[in-house]
C-alpha cells in the first residue's frame, strides 16, 4: 500500500496552502499553482499530507491510497 | 485566410479500386436517403428481435469482428475501438452510446461531412455499437456551428421511424452541442449531455465505468462509427484489404492549404501524402511545411513531406500523428512564425477556462510567440519558451493544453531558423499577409470569462 498526492486542476484555486503545509512535496508555479512529486509518500509525509489535503479551502489536493490487490489490479481511493 | 472549400469533390486516393468505402455514394449536395442508403449498403444485421441468448451471443461476436478488423478511433486517439466496446460491454449497469460529432477542430470537417452527407451510416453505425454493448439508448451529437449537418440527422431519424420505435431498438436521440475545441472530449461531452457546460471533468471515473447518468457510456467518433456500419456488413477481412497491418482499412482526411480542391478525401491508411495531393488536384503554390493533425499536432518541413506516408509508423520519427485526420499545408509565402502564434492564440482561447495551468500558461506561450513575430522578445525568448511549455504541459483535467505545447513546440523546432530570423529583425513580409491557417476570427467559444465566475 502506498499514498501519493494529486490535485484536481478543475477544482484547484491557487491559494497555496499545500505548499506551506507540504514543502517537501509541493512547490508553487509562477501563477501560485501546485508543482506536485507525485512518487509515493513514505512515513509521517502521509500525515502532513493528509493535513495539508485537508486545509485546502477547495479540496482540491488529493491524498490517493494505493492497493495491491490480489488480482494484480491496482485500486485507487481518495482518502 | 483561407477558406476551406465545401468538400464535395471527393475521389478515391492512388490506385485502390476499393476505395470510396464511407464515401461510396455520396453526392454533391443534400445526404442520401435512406432508400438510396439501403441499395448501395444492403440492410443492417442486427440481432434485435431474437432470443435473449441470441442476442448476447451477436453482441459478443459483434466486437469479435470489430477486433478482428483492427479498427481504432478516428477522433484522434487511435484507441483500439475493440477495447473500447468491452470495457463498456463489461461495466456494471446498463450502457448509453453517445456518438460523436462534435467538431471544434476547424483544421477538421470529416465529421460534419459525414452526418450532412451520409447520416445512415453513422446512425448504423451507432446502433450496431449499442447492440455490442447492451446499450438501451443512443444519442447522436451534432455541432451546433453545422446546422446542415444536424438537419440532414434529424431528416435522416425522421425516415427511419418506424424501425427506431419499434420494441427492440434502443431510444435515439439527436443533441446539438456547441462547436467550441473542447467540447468533444468525452467528459466535457457526458458534462454537457448531462445538463452541465460542455467542459471536461476530472477522472476517475472514466465514462466507460460511469459517464452519462453514471451509466457506463461508449463515445465513439461519428467516422469511427461509419467504419463500424460497414464492418457489421462485410466484415473484418473485407476492411483489412486496405491499409497497413497495424492500421487496417481506410480512413477521412481533410486537407486544406494551396491545393486546388481542398476538403474531405478518404484514403487508405499508410497511403502517401503525395498521393493525397494529386487527389486534390495538386498544389497551387510551393509547401513550406505541413500541420498533421490540427492544431494540437506537429508540423513537418516542406524539406521532408517528400516520400512521406500517412502511416502510424511513417509519421513517429517527425513527432506527428494524423490526429482525426487533418493534413494542413502551408505555402512557402506564409510566415510560420505569424502562424504559429495565431494557432496558439487560438488554442488558448480555446481553453475551457478551468484549470490554472491551462488558463496562464497558455496563455502566456501565445504572448511570447506574439512577442518574437514582433521582434519584441529578448535574448531569453527560448528559455522562456521551454520552461512555459513544460509548465503547461500535462497539468490540466484535459489533454487540450498537452496538444497546444505539441504544436508550438514542434513549431519551434520545425522553424527554428525562421524564430530566430524573427527574434532578431522583427516581423517579415509575410507576417503582414492575412493568415493562412484556417481558424475562425474569433474564437468560438462564448466561456472565455475567468473561470471563477462560473461558480457560485
Known sequence: MSHRVEVNPITCEAHGMCAELLPERITLDEWGYPLIDDTPLHGSQVEHAIRAARACPTFALLVKKERTERSGRVRVRSG | ?456
Open chain 2, 1 to 456: 485566410m483561407t477558406e476551406v472549400q465545401r468538400p464535395r469533390e471527393r475521389a478515391a486516393v492512388e490506385s485502390a479500386p476499393a476505395l470510396p468505402r464511407l464515401l461510396s455514394g455520396i453526392r454533391a449536395h443534400g445526404a442520401l436517403t435512406l432508400e438510396e442508403h439501403l441499395a448501395l449498403h444492403g440492410p443492417l444485421p442486427t440481432g434485435h428481435g431474437a432470443r435473449r441468448r441470441q442476442q448476447r451471443e451477436h453482441a459478443a461476436m459483434l466486437i469479435d469482428e470489430i477486433e478482428l478488423s483492427g479498427l481504432t478511433g478516428r477522433g484522434g486517439a487511435s484507441f483500439p475501438t475493440a477495447t473500447k466496446l468491452r470495457a463498456v460491454a463489461g461495466a456494471r449497469g446498463r450502457a448509453i452510446v453517445i456518438a460523436n460529432g462534435a467538431e471544434g477542430e476547424p483544421a477538421s470537417l470529416k465529421d460534419r461531412t459525414l452526418l450532412e452527407a451520409l447520416p445512415h451510416l453513422v446512425i448504423d453505425g451507432g446502433l450496431i455499437a449499442a447492440e455490442a454493448v447492451g446499450a438501451d439508448e443512443l444519442i447522436l451529437c451534432a455541432c451546433a456551428t453545422a446546422p446542415t449537418s444536424v438537419e440532414a440527422m434529424e431528416q435522416a431519424l425522421a425516415e427511419r421511424e418506424r424501425e427506431l420505435t419499434g420494441g427492440h431498438a434502443p431510444k435515439v436521440s439527436l443533441a446539438t452541442v456547441p462547436g467550441h475545441y473542447v467540447a468533444g472530449q468525452e467528459t466535457a461531452l457526458v458534462n454537457y449531455l448531462g445538463g452541465g457546460p460542455a467542459k471536461p471533468t476530472f477522472t476517475p471515473p472514466m465514462p466507460f465505468e460511469q459517464g452519462l447518468r453514471r451509466r457506463p457510456t461508449l463515445i465513439n467518433n461519428a467516422e469511427t462509427l461509419a467504419h463500424i456500419a460497414l464492418i457489421a456488413r462485410q466484415g473484418a477481412s473485407w476492411f483489412r484489404q486496405l491499409g497497413t497491418s497495424s492500421q487496417p482499412g481506410s480512413t477521412l482526411v481533410t486537407l486544406s492549404g494551396p491545393v486546388a480542391h481542398p476538403g474531405v478525401y478518404e484514403i487508405e491508411n499508410g497511403a502517401s501524402l503525395s498521393s493525397l495531393i494529386d487527389a486534390s488536384g495538386g498544389t497551387t503554390a510551393r509547401v513550406r511545411a505541413a500541420l498533421l493533425g490540427g492544431y494540437a499536432g506537429a508540423w513537418i518541413s516542406g524539406g521532408h513531406l517528400q516520400g512521406v506516408a500517412l502511416s502510424k509508423e511513417h509519421l513517429a520519427p517527425h513527432g506527428a500523428t494524423l490526429g482525426a485526420g487533418i493534413v494542413l499545408l502551408l505555402s512557402e509565402s506564409a510566415c510560420p512564425v505569424a502562424e504559429t502564434a495565431r494557432a496558439a492564440r487560438w488554442m488558448a482561447g480555446q481553453s475551457a477556462q478551468q484549470c490554472g495551468p491551462c488558463i496562464h500558461g497558455l496563455d502566456a506561450l501565445a504572448g511570447t510567440l506574439e512577442e518574437i513575430a514582433l521582434g519584441r522578445a529578448d535574448a531569453r525568448v527560448t528559455q522562456r519558451l521551454e520552461r512555459l511549455a513544460s509548465l503547461t504541459s500535462r497539468r490540466g483535467a484535459c489533454a487540450h493544453p498537452d496538444g497546444a505545447v505539441n504544436m508550438i513546440s514542434s513549431a519551434l523546432e520545425v522553424f527554428a531558423t525562421e524564430f530566430a530570423d524573427h527574434a532578431r529583425h522583427g516581423a517579415c513580409e509575410g507576417c503582414a499577409r492575412a493568415g493562412e491557417l484556417p481558424l475562425p476570427l474569433r474564437p468560438l467559444s462564448d466561456e472565455s470569462s475567468g473561470k471563477k465566475g462560473a461558480r457560485a
